[in-house]
């Protein structure tokens, strides 16, 4: 089992950037698969990103490739999402999950994250 703790989130500007990390506890972090999903008020659920366990595989959803770009350190048991270019549009909160499987479906990941507001002002 893995706990995962989501930050740096926060209010930015419309073309500025943020990195969001996922602190993982316990020594299993470099078994999981990693992904970040991110949810909009009164929208499902989406897939941004995802990484394995090694880093050597990633993908990412149409609206974020591009501008976004995921990671690890499994030494420090910590995973990252890297936004540039942010839109108004990526607005949500950004859910850290992890997964025995690379999936993009929200449905395979076992273990979340509470989640961290990004705001991207006009």
């Known amino acids: 089992q893995v706990q995962l703790v989501e930050s740096g989130g926060g209010l930015v500007q419309a073309g500025g950037s943020l990195r969001l990390s996922c602190a993982a506890n316990?020594?299993?972090?470099?078994?999981?698969?990693m992904a970040w999903f991110r949810q909009a008020p009164g929208k499902e659920r989406q897939f941004v990103a995802t990484?394995?366990?090694?880093?050597?595989?990633?993908s990412y959803g149409d609206a974020v490739r591009g501008r976004f770009t995921i990671s690890r350190d499994n030494a420090k048991n910590t995973g990252y999402l890297q936004m540039s270019n942010l839109k108004p549009e990526d607005t949500a909160v950004y859910y850290c999950?992890?997964?025995?499987?690379?999936?993009?479906?929200?449905?395979?990941?076992?273990?979340w994250g509470r989640g961290t507001q990004v705001t991207v002002s006009s």
């Open positions: 316990g020594r299993t972090f470099s078994a999981y698969v």
């Open positions: 990484i394995n366990q090694s880093g050597n595989a990633l």
């Open positions: 999950a992890a997964a025995g499987r690379f999936s993009r479906r929200v449905e395979e990941y076992d273990y």
